[in-house]
């Protein structure tokens, strides 16, 4: 059972161009993450929110958590070809890192 | 620091045969979990542990087994390899509590023939 749907699957944008993908549930979450995976490597987490309508900021990403906390968005300004990968949310329904959830991720292109 | 560590990277088995997968992190964590990773289906759970001598069944867990008898190491064990098990499959460790960072291992490729 997929808890998480993670929009859109794919993305394609020129250089300097803004972008958003979206996580959603139906399912509360204690605290969701988003994490970037590059091709042969591990998932390497960007960050964590775990209260309802946090905004965290990281340079040219912001992420924000919905305030019910089930779902979650990922906005990428002015997006340059090192943004390029694959973005995965991750939700925990309790408090631990153990039992995470993973949307299907987004493969983001930026094309210079 | 070498952080969680797996392997091997890449391995494949005949229908039929069996493996252990091993994880070892070095960062004294308490929760160690397994993932696997196949096209458009994101990271799936398969089994996780919160310590040492505890173990827990995920998601997917049919066709594997693990132990945890020391905090550092995580072994999974695929008993009889299925073609349906032919994924990538990744390693995690965390500390307790909900601010702490999982940190993932670089991944075995399991092609099952």
């Known amino acids: 059972t997929q808890l998480l749907e993670q929009s859109p699957q794919f993305l394609s944008i020129q250089e300097g161009e803004n972008l958003t993908v979206y996580c959603n549930s139906s399912s509360v979450f204690s605290s969701l993450q988003w994490y970037r995976q590059e091709p042969g490597e591990g998932p390497v987490l960007l960050v964590t929110?775990?209260?309802?309508?946090e905004v965290k900021k990281l340079k040219r990403l912001t992420f924000q958590f919905g305030d019910a906390r089930k779902d979650s968005s990922l906005h990428i300004t002015a997006a340059q070809t090192g943004d390029t990968g694959l973005y995965l949310c991750a939700g925990a329904l309790r408090f631990g890192n153990e039992k995470l959830t993973f949307g299907t991720g987004t493969r983001l292109t930026i094309i210079p | 620091n070498a952080g969680v560590t797996q392997t091997p990277k890449f391995q494949v088995l005949k229908t039929g045969q069996s493996m252990t997968l091993q994880c070892a992190q070095d960062?004294?964590?308490?929760?160690m979990s397994w993932y696997r990773q196949d096209p458009g289906m994101g990271l799936r759970l398969i089994h996780y542990?919160?310590?040492?001598?505890?173990?827990d069944q995920g998601e997917v867990p049919n066709g594997y087994n693990v132990s945890r008898s020391t905090t550092e190491d995580f072994p999974l064990r695929l008993l009889s390899a299925a073609p349906s098990q032919t994924s990538v499959y990744f390693c995690a460790s965390s500390g307790r509590g909900p601010n702490t960072e999982a940190f993932f291992g670089q991944g075995t490729r399991l092609t099952v023939v």
């Open positions: 542990s919160v310590g040492a001598g505890i173990t």
């Open positions: 929110v775990v209260t309802g309508g």
């Open positions: 960062m004294n964590h308490e929760y």
